[in-house]
């Protein structure tokens, strides 16, 4: 149930104006702004006030408000208003009247204004005061403001409530499916009704393929829920990035008329987890390939139109990603619908605490106390089941949500029982990401049973959440991000489970398995390394991992000072531009040939030359504890002359031959290293470096027996330089929309056309016609040029910027370096009416 939007012409005022909440307010002078809204990005990174925590961005008090008119379509109705994602403690009123308090900031909240609603033709007004003056409330950036959008509901007296369907296939085949369909009819008004519920199924293609009545008598004050089962003939199925949607209509008839439509999009699928075998979906063994997310968008912060999310999820999709983790709190609505449209997996996490907080600035354990860093936990008990199961209400009908998740890192927080693993003691005898416990099986269960029990404890809070979960849907598994499994599965955390997930914690994924066979086990949270990998393709029992993390985020900045202002392990950066790691997993995660090319100075690289003058690893084995941080290498070839430099290429091809100005250096094989990282030592000499890949096979068919081989190649050039600013868009045209956007991207070039990287300068971008400007970034992390801006400087040699169309028109847009008086060329995109 989508509504109708109701996100233009909201009136927002940073500030705690005198009673912003009544009708007569004059709100004259506050700003225009469309939904969605995220005020903290608007400002500048901000280093004496600003908190890494949250990426040096301030928070505050704000206050929104949006007038209507009661119309002829309200009469006798109900009138409900769906708040998608309000960051957070949000005091939402209507006509004066406070109507809800909703403080957490990513579940979704639905809000009866019937009551408050003034008679037929007068004025209403809707006021929302945001309070995020605690702005270091949160381990990542979290954006401040009704950042996700707004829908209003009008449902007659007898209806199907918001979120009222749920739909589920317990039966599918090739020959045919069965699609259940549930939905919740509820009775407003004061005496009983009978209603004929119809119900249709459209296939991908618009056609009915099923149809299913049945009537049901609803008490005053009252609901019943009414189940109709649709059989499908050769089922179109969704598939992962194949995705086939069916469009589920409910009508509801009262009386010979239709009162109420309700269409939902649904997909038919079927998926099991087997703690032997691992994942199968749609009846194939398949690997889960999947990154952990958080909200934000870069330089639109937390109010991410839907084209920055696809042009990111086609990206991953391209370097092999199936799946998401919505780290550590449930996305948009929009984001699932995109999700389901682009055939991503989804588990969908809800808390990052229960009842105890984490530490903000360290990001673990709490450790200091203070008013900018109380986060949600001092909500959590009162709240946490209805934004728990009003998320699962909004998302259970979508097809790409195949785990629940109701605790992120969880045992930080009860640390009376992670002492039990030996890992803290003094006699520990390792790390806990490589070494296995030290404590027993036994050791860990007796120390757990003597440690004295609280009245919220890690287990009674598990099974509760999990409980509520269960209470909403048991078509997927409960699941939780575990930090010390060896602990969790002896306190009951993990008893009140479906599985297990693993956080960084793949040196037991053999011990899990062993003590617990019947708990399915997966990693939930993994650095983005090729052991981690190698470490589900050796294992049956293991059915993928989420990878920390797919795109760089704000917040979470805690690795380095200022200006570091985020998180910088993702496969993509800020601005969603590919990193080394990505073309390693783009190498790892698909099968067509594959190639990237880097380079390194011998002495800063993770390499010395042996005595036979080969290059191997200044750690023996290290590539087998590499964390999180990529190690430094980069994309140009300009170095000093006969300067040793490593040559390094991440590829999925059986061999790759280097060749420096088209001489060939040598040909390797990539079962020559164990760390998957081609690699030669090489004197540097100016000119073009290349590297030329080549898969192997065998064909089929009447050549059966004779290989053949593909190729790919990379190659990198010694450049001159900045002599031409080169403009690319995504797109040539966008819609007049809040979600239509047009990613700009400025790349420096030397004379003879070659991309450079290893230089940089300011540019001012120009934007003529009916576009708005809605920022610029490079994707560095630490970047903390303002986003709200035309100017920029470049990072290795490039940046981009983002307009969204306003009206209809054409967006004339270019890019200038004044310092060297260069123009670059200029790009027309068109807008036309949405």
């Not at 009708?23 to 004496?48: A, C, I, K, M, Y």
């Not at 309000?86 to 579940?107: E, K, M, Q």
Request: aromatic share 10%; net charge negative; hydrophobic share 35%.
């Amino acid at each position: 149930m989508r509504g109708l939007p109701i996100n233009d012409n909201w009136k927002f005022i940073l500030d705690e104006p005198e009673a912003p909440h009544l009708l007569t307010t004059d709100d004259s002078s506050w700003r225009t702004v469309q939904l969605p809204h995220d005020w903290s990005v608007e400002q500048p990174f901000d280093q004496e006030k600003g908190e890494a925590c949250t990426g040096y961005l301030l928070g505050g008090i704000g206050w929104y408000r949006r007038s209507f008119k009661t119309t002829e379509a309200m009469a006798g109705q109900r009138v409900f208003v769906n708040f998608d994602g309000i960051y957070n403690r949000a005091s939402i009123y209507c006509n004066g009247t406070l109507v809800r308090f909703h403080p957490y900031g990513y579940s979704p909240c639905v809000v009866d204004l019937t009551a408050a609603l003034n008679p037929l033709g007068k004025e209403n007004v809707i006021a929302v005061r945001v309070d995020h003056s605690r702005y270091a409330d949160s381990r990542w950036y979290t954006g401040s403001g009704i950042y996700r959008k707004v829908s209003m509901h009008i449902v007659p007296q007898v209806h199907i409530p918001v979120w009222g369907t749920f739909y589920t296939t317990p039966e599918v085949s090739d020959e045919s499916a069965t699609v259940r369909g549930v939905m919740t009819v509820r009775n407003d008004s004061e005496r009983d009704e009978t209603v004929e519920i119809v119900g249709r199924l459209y296939g991908p293609n618009g056609e009915q393929v099923a149809e299913q009545k049945a009537t049901c008598h609803v008490s005053k004050q009252g609901q019943v829920e009414v189940t109709l089962d649709y059989t499908v003939s050769q089922p179109e199925r969704w598939e992962i990035h194949q995705a086939k949607l069916y469009r589920a209509q409910a009508d509801v008839v009262l009386g010979c008329k239709v009162i109420q439509t309700e269409t939902d999009t649904i997909g038919i699928r079927e998926f099991r987890f087997d703690a032997d075998k691992g994942f199968f979906f749609n009846g194939r063994r398949t690997l889960i390939k999947g990154v952990c997310l958080h909200h934000d968008g870069g330089l639109v912060g937390a109010a991410v139109p839907l084209d920055v999310w696809r042009r990111r999820l086609e990206k991953l999709a391209v370097c092999g990603c199936n799946a998401i983790r919505t780290a550590h709190n449930p996305m948009s609505e929009d984001f699932m619908d995109l999700c389901d449209e682009m055939g991503f997996l989804v588990q969908v996490e809800f808390f990052d605490e229960w009842d105890h907080p984490k530490d903000k600035r360290r990001n673990g354990g709490e450790q200091s106390v203070d008013y900018l860093t109380r986060g949600h936990a001092e909500y959590f008990r009162e709240y946490a089941q209805q934004d728990l199961q009003d998320t699962m209400r909004r998302d259970r009908n979508h097809p790409c949500v195949i785990q629940w998740s109701i605790g992120n890192e969880i045992e930080w927080t009860y640390p009376k029982y992670n002492v039990a693993t030996g890992y803290f003691g003094m006699n520990a005898s390792g790390n806990y990401f490589w070494t296995l416990p030290p404590n027993s099986r036994d050791q860990i269960r007796e120390i757990i049973q003597a440690t004295p029990r609280d009245h919220y404890d890690i287990d009674k809070t598990a099974h509760q959440l999990a409980r509520w979960t269960r209470e909403m849907d048991t078509t997927r598994p409960v699941i939780a991000n575990c930090i010390l499994p060896s602990a969790s599965y002896e306190s009951g955390y993990i008893d009140a489970l479906d599985m297990a997930g693993y956080s960084y914690r793949r040196v037991i994924y053999d011990y899990g398995h062993h003590h617990y066979p019947d708990k399915p086990i997966m990693g939930t949270e993994n650095v983005a390394q090729w052991h981690e990998w190698k470490a589900v393709l050796e294992r049956e029992h293991v059915p993928g991992i989420f990878l920390w993390t797919g795109i760089d985020h704000m917040g979470e900045a805690i690795q380095k000072p200022w200006p570091r202002k985020g998180s910088n392990l993702g496969l993509l950066d800020f601005a969603a531009f590919e990193k080394p790691s990505y073309h390693m997993f783009k190498s790892l995660w698909t099968n067509e040939p594959h190639l990237h090319l880097v380079t390194q100075t011998l002495e800063q690289s993770l390499y010395v030359l042996n005595e036979d003058g080969e290059l191997v690893e200044k750690v023996e084995g290290g590539w087998q504890q590499r964390v999180w941080f990529w190690h430094d290498v980069n994309t140009h070839w300009n170095y000093s002359p006969q300067e040793l430099v490593v040559a390094e290429v991440y590829s999925n091809c059986d061999e790759v031959s280097l060749y420096l100005n088209g001489k060939l250096l040598a040909t390797r094989r990539l079962e020559e290293f164990e760390d998957r990282i081609y690699k030669w030592a090489v004197p540097y000499e100016a000119g073009e470096l290349k590297a030329v890949g080549r898969k192997l096979g065998v064909t089929e068919g009447e050549t059966h027996g004779e290989t053949h081989s593909e190729s790919v190649e990379s190659a990198l050039h010694t450049v001159g330089p900045v002599q031409h600013i080169v403009l690319e868009v995504d797109k040539a045209t966008v819609a007049a929309h809040e979600d239509s956007v047009v990613h700009v991207i400025a790349q420096l070039m030397d004379a003879a056309g070659h991309a450079i990287t290893n230089q940089n300068v300011t540019l001012d971008f120009e934007v003529d016609g009916p576009g708005r400007v809605l920022g610029v970034d490079n994707g560095s992390s630490d970047n903390v040029q303002p986003y709200q801006s035309t100017r920029l400087t470049t990072e290795a040699g490039r940046g981009m910027m983002l307009v969204q169309g306003v009206e209809a028109g054409e967006l004339v847009i270019r890019a200038t370096c004044r310092s060297m008086n260069r123009v670059s060329n200029m790009c027309k995109v068109m807008v036309h009416e949405s």
